[in-house]
């Protein structure tokens, strides 16, 4: 390999150590790249363990970048391994990727991955995108510094429900190792290209089929993606992807499965609410680690007329990146909450 | 003129693969709106479209035999 000094020179910061952070680590591991940065603040859990390859029963509650890093120092004698065990976010995005030649996004969110995109188009760092849903992939290739990466394909973030919430939990590890092998392998194809471009790649594994796309510059991208380090610090990415904080009554599917109605008022504060699908934690609980929400994708936030419910909200949105976070408007005493429905008997 | 269809992701499924118009001088605006007045139900989804090799952010004309994919994006990670 002609360019394998340049390769084993560059600087590489993984964000994400899930399903495909894991094989992505291995393999730029693999071929040569001696410095890697690893940001993830998440802990390894069971439901991890089927296509996260890096981790095993024991690690169970332990960083995964803490289980990674054990991994990587066990496997390989000369890469320089710098664990960042925290989530991205605007406050800490630009001074860690900044020391960095490039980026591998392997998020599994919105927000994230058009937080990252934006960073990287103003640090000008070169950056790899993989995704996945259901059985399908995507990986995105942005080599030519002077555009607008992920914004250049999608300008604004989507903001249908219908794909916020898609189940993750079904995607077979062949395709993550998949997707993470197709972005290794255009990284190391960066090094020969002479021209700088972008490229689009779905990948889908019942079919085995590959399509690669051009990316073009796009206007809309352009105009959307912050162009100082100081509007992209005002960013609200949340907002820009889930919307408001707060939400209606009127507007919750209390029919779905798949909300959690959060109740955080005191023990004592009555009346209770008689739904399904309602938990009651306070928010001292909630902060002491009690997180039986997290197997619903959306969350509604409710107090007594919406105030605390709100900080709650803004709190639980800034540790749980992926989730729909909601503040209730009116709390339980709102004239549309279930409460007062079944009080006047519709 | 025949168009042939890729529908990725969540899209897949809900279109055909590919679609006749008695016509030619079909553009991609007016693809575009044939898609949402017979398959309404995309319009609930966010996506892109390239037109052959190349996503395209701009009103095109299409000829007979050209291949348009609707990607949405996806967060999975």
């Known amino acids: ?346 | 003129m025949v168009i042939k269809i890729l529908a990725f992701g969540m899209l897949n499924g809900i279109l055909p693969e590919e679609i006749t118009f008695q016509n030619e001088g079909v553009d991609l605006e007016l693809f575009r709106a044939y898609l949402i007045e017979n398959y309404p139900s995309i319009t609930q989804y966010s996506y892109s479209i390239a037109v052959n090799h190349a996503i395209v952010n701009q009103n095109t004309e299409l000829k007979n035999g050209d291949v348009i994919a609707l990607m949405p994006p996806f967060s999975g990670g």
């Open chain 1, 1 to 346: 390999m002609e360019n394998y000094q340049d390769i084993s020179n560059s600087k590489v910061l993984i964000i994400g150590v899930g399903g495909i952070g894991c094989p992505v680590l291995e393999q730029l591991a693999k071929v040569g790249v001696s410095k890697i940065g690893l940001v993830d603040g998440d802990i390894v859990s069971e439901s991890n363990l089927n296509r996260q390859f890096l981790f095993s029963v024991n690690d169970i509650g332990s960083a995964k970048v803490d289980v990674a890093k054990k991994y990587i120092d066990n496997q390989f004698n000369d890469i320089e391994l710098e664990v960042y065990n925290q989530f991205l976010t605007l406050e800490n995005a630009i001074e860690i990727i900044r020391a960095y030649d490039f980026v591998f996004d392997c998020t599994d969110n919105f927000p994230s991955r058009y937080m990252i995109s934006d960073a990287c188009t103003l640090l000008k760092k070169p950056l790899f995108m993989g995704a996945v849903n259901g059985l399908e992939g995507q990986v995105f290739q942005f080599s030519n510094i002077d555009s607008s990466f992920y914004r250049d394909v999608f300008p604004t973030p989507p903001n249908s429900r219908d794909i916020l919430t898609c189940n993750q939990s079904n995607v077979p590890p062949e395709l993550t190792n998949k997707i993470g092998t197709l972005m290794v392998s255009n990284f190391i194809k960066h090094f020969d290209s002479i021209n700088e471009y972008n490229l689009f790649i779905n990948y889908q594994l019942e079919k085995n089929e590959i399509y690669q796309f051009d990316i073009l510059a796009n206007q809309k991208g352009y105009e959307n993606t912050p162009k100082t380090i100081g509007q992209f610090l005002k960013s609200n990415y949340q907002i820009q992807c889930f919307g408001n904080t707060t939400i209606n009554w009127q507007e919750i599917d209390l029919d779905n499965h798949d909300i959690c109605i959060l109740d955080i008022r005191e023990k004592h504060e009555g009346p209770a609410l008689t739904i399904n699908q309602v938990l009651r934690l306070t928010f001292d609980e909630i902060q002491t680690g009690n997180d039986d929400f997290l197997n619903k994708n959306e969350i509604y936030v409710v107090c007594d007329f919406g105030n605390r419910s709100l900080n709650v909200a803004h709190y639980l949105r800034s540790v749980f990146p992926n989730k729909m976070v909601f503040s209730v408007l009116g709390g339980v005493n709102d004239a549309f909450s279930p409460l007062n429905l079944k009080q006047h008997g519709s």
